[in-house]
C-alpha cells in the first residue's frame, strides 16, 4: 500500500501548486535512523495480524516524539490486535475497496502537514422536489467522513436569517456538490448558488442524473454520470426519495476527496496572485516562504510583514497557527481572506479580534487602503 499512498500524496501536492520532488520524503521503518526531527513529519501504521518488533519500535519512537500517527487497519473490529499497544488509545481508520488510491488517507495527512485546511466543509446544492433522498443520503455520508455539511434543511439553526447564513457557509466550503437532475437549473436557488460557487473559485463535483444531458453553463464543473444501476432501486423510476448505492456512493466520496485538494489551491492561488499584484504595485518586495506564507518587504523597512492568505473565513484557532508561524521573535502578521459572502456577525468579530491580537486579518478587498495606510 505504501507505493499507492506515495503516489497519491505526489499528485495531490502538485495539485496544491508544490512540486514533491523537493518538499516530500519518504521513510519506512528501516530509515528511521535518516528522519529530521525538525521537519514536518506524519506517519501511517498500515496495521493487521502480522507486525514486527521493528515497525513497533519505529511507532513508539515516533510517539515518543508527538508525531502524528494514523492507523489504518483491514478492519476496525479487533483493532487493538492489528496494531502496536502504544497506538491502542489513537482513533484507527479503514480505507473502503472504493478508495484504492487511499485519497482518504491521503487527505488526512495533508490536513496534519498544514498543506490543506483542517476544516472540512462541503456545501451540497439540489432541487428538493427531484433529488431529497439523494442530497440527505450524501449529507449522512459527508458527516461519516468527518465532513461538515451544508445542506439546507438540516443546517440553518431556527431563527438565524437563512439567505445571510446559506452565503456565509458556501463561502467557507472546500467544494459544492451540485446534483444536477433534470429540473435542478430550473430551481432560481441552484442557479444562484451555482454562480456564487463559481465566483467563488469554488471546486464543483456535479453529478449528472441517468439520461440528462449535463445542464448548459456548467462546464466549470467536474462531472461525475450517473447510470441507473448507481441507484439502490436499480432499473425501477428514480424518485425524489431514491437513493444511491453503497459503491456508487463511496465513488463519490473518494471523488470528492481528491477534488478537496485542487478546489482548496484553486482559490489560495487566486489569493496569493492577489496580494502579490496588490503589493508589488505599491513597490513592496516579495519573497514567497516554505509553509504557504509570504514575506512583505516595504521600501525602507528593515523587517517584513508576514503574509498568510487563508481559504474560507478565519477562525482562532486558524489565527493561532499562523502567529506561531511568525517566527521568534515573531514578524508583524497579516491574515488575508476573501470577505465575498461573509455573514455580518462573522465579519464584526474579526475585526473585534484585530483590536487584542498580535496579528491582523484583512480582507483582500481592503489591501490597497491598508498599503496606503503605510503599515
Not at 520532488?21 to 521513510?27: S, V
Not at 513497533?56 to 515516533?62: D, E, H, M
Not at 489565527?319 to 508561524?325: A, P
Not at 461573509?342 to 479580534?353: E, R
Amino acid at each position: 500500500m505504501t507505493p499507492v499512498l506515495n503516489a497519491t500524496l505526489h499528485q495531490r501536492m502538485a495539485d496544491l501548486g508544490i512540486d514533491p520532488a523537493d518538499a516530500l520524503a519518504l521513510f519506512t521503518e528501516a530509515m528511521m535512523a535518516g528522519l529530521d526531527n525538525r521537519s514536518p513529519t506524519v506517519a501511517v501504521y498500515f496495521g493487521g495480524p502480522a507486525q514486527t518488533p521493528q515497525a513497533a519500535a519505529a511507532v513508539a519512537t515516533l510517539r515518543h516524539h508527538g508525531i502524528f500517527i494514523l492507523p489504518v487497519v483491514p478492519q476496525l473490529a479487533g483493532y487493538k490486535t492489528q496494531v502496536p499497544a502504544s497506538l491502542h488509545e489513537v482513533n484507527g481508520t479503514v480505507v473502503p475497496p472504493e478508495d484504492p488510491a487511499l485519497e482518504s488517507v491521503a487527505q488526512r495527512l495533508l490536513e496534519e502537514l498544514r498543506l490543506v485546511r483542517a476544516k472540512r466543509l462541503v456545501f451540497i446544492t439540489y432541487r428538493r422536489s427531484d433529488t431529497r433522498g439523494v442530497a440527505e443520503q450524501l449529507y449522512r455520508a459527508f458527516d461519516d467522513r468527518s465532513f461538515d455539511v451544508f445542506l439546507d434543511t438540516h443546517s440553518i439553526r431556527s431563527g438565524f436569517e437563512f439567505q445571510s447564513v446559506l452565503w456565509d457557509q458556501m463561502a467557507d466550503a472546500d467544494l459544492l456538490i451540485l446534483l444536477d437532475s433534470p429540473a435542478a437549473l430550473s430551481s432560481r436557488w441552484v442557479r444562484e448558488e451555482l454562480a456564487r460557487a463559481h465566483a467563488l473559485c469554488l471546486g464543483i463535483l456535479q453529478l449528472v442524473w441517468p439520461g440528462h444531458a449535463r445542464s448548459p453553463g456548467t462546464d466549470f464543473c467536474v462531472p461525475f454520470y450517473l447510470e441507473p444501476d448507481d441507484f439502490a432501486s436499480g432499473p425501477a423510476p428514480i424518485g425524489e426519495r431514491s437513493e444511491l448505492a453503497a459503491a456508487s456512493l463511496h465513488r463519490i466520496m473518494t471523488l470528492a476527496e481528491a477534488l478537496r485538494a485542487r478546489s482548496l489551491a484553486a482559490r489560495h492561488s487566486r489569493l496569493v496572485g492577489e496580494l502579490c499584484q496588490r503589493v508589488s504595485t505599491a513597490g513592496w518586495g516579495i519573497d514567497i516562504q516554505p509553509g504557504y506564507c509570504i514575506d512583505l518587504h516595504r521600501p525602507g523597512r528593515p523587517t517584513p510583514i508576514r503574509a498568510f492568505p487563508l481559504v474560507g473565513h478565519p477562525d482562532s484557532h486558524q489565527l493561532h497557527q499562523c502567529f506561531d508561524g511568525c517566527g521568534n521573535p515573531p514578524l508583524d502578521g497579516l491574515v488575508v481572506y476573501d470577505p465575498l459572502g461573509m455573514w455580518d456577525k462573522k465579519t464584526l468579530h474579526l475585526t473585534w479580534l484585530n483590536g487584542y491580537l498580535p496579528l491582523r486579518a484583512l480582507p483582500v478587498t481592503e489591501l490597497n487602503a491598508w498599503i496606503a495606510s503605510g503599515p
